[in-house]
Each structure stands twice: as C-alpha cells, then as structure tokens.
C-alpha cells in the first residue's frame, strides 16, 4: 500500500525558513515524478513544485528563488527546503507523486497520491 507522510511544518516569521519532507513507502519511488502543493483556507489547492526522476525542477513563479525541492531515492524522500518565507505561504502542504507521468506537472489530476499535508504558518 502507497502511503506519503509529510512532516516539518509549523509556524515562522515573515523572512524565515522550513524546511518540510515526505517519506514515501509502499514501493520504490525513484521512476516517478514527486511533487508539492499547497492550499490556503478558502482557496483551491496550488501547485508549488516538482522534480522528475532525472532531478529535473520546476517552480511556480510566486516561489522561484525561494523554494528549492530536493529528493532522496535512496530514502524514498522528497523535501522541500523554504527561504525568505512570506505570510501569503500560510497553507497546508501536500506531497503528491505520479505514476502517470514521466515530465513535471502542475496539475493535481496527474498525481494519484496524496501525503495528509502539513500545515506552514508565516505570521509575525
């Protein structure tokens, strides 16, 4: 059984940095492309990052130059390293990975599973 468990949120001020990761288990995730996503309160949920097999990135723009997304085949681990963090990163983030795909995606109906989030706060 696939299962994603995210872990690291918590709570920041504006300038500071997280660092949260997923640790995947059920099978071997090397092949696939691992993503993370976000969803504010009363918002529909958006695409962050995400990094192919190969360690190709991509970045939504509102994160480029801050965000770094790393992954660990070995450990079966994704992280996403968080710089200069700004109230409007407050949301929950999730760990997706796709077996349907082998190029980066930004859309949620290309990932099949789902970590149950992690909540990151930036507030003073």
């Known amino acids: 059984q696939v299962q994603l468990t995210e872990s690291g949120g918590g709570s920041v001020q504006p300038g500071g940095s997280l660092r949260v990761s997923c640790a995947a288990s059920g099978r071997t995730f090397s092949p696939f492309v691992m993503g993370w996503f976000r969803q504010a309160p009363g918002k529909e949920r958006e695409f962050v990052a995400a990094i192919s097999s190969s360690a190709r990135t991509s970045y939504v723009d509102s994160v480029k130059g801050r965000f770094t997304i790393t992954r660990d085949n070995a450990k079966n681990t994704i992280s996403l390293q968080m710089y200069s963090l700004k109230p409007e990163d407050t949301a929950v983030y999730y760990c997706?990975?796709?077996?349907?795909?082998?190029?980066?995606?930004?859309?949620?109906?290309?990932?099949?599973?789902w970590g149950q989030g992690t909540q990151v706060t930036v507030s003073l």
């Open positions: 997706a990975v796709s077996q349907l795909i082998h190029y980066i995606s930004s859309r949620l109906s290309d990932y099949e599973y």
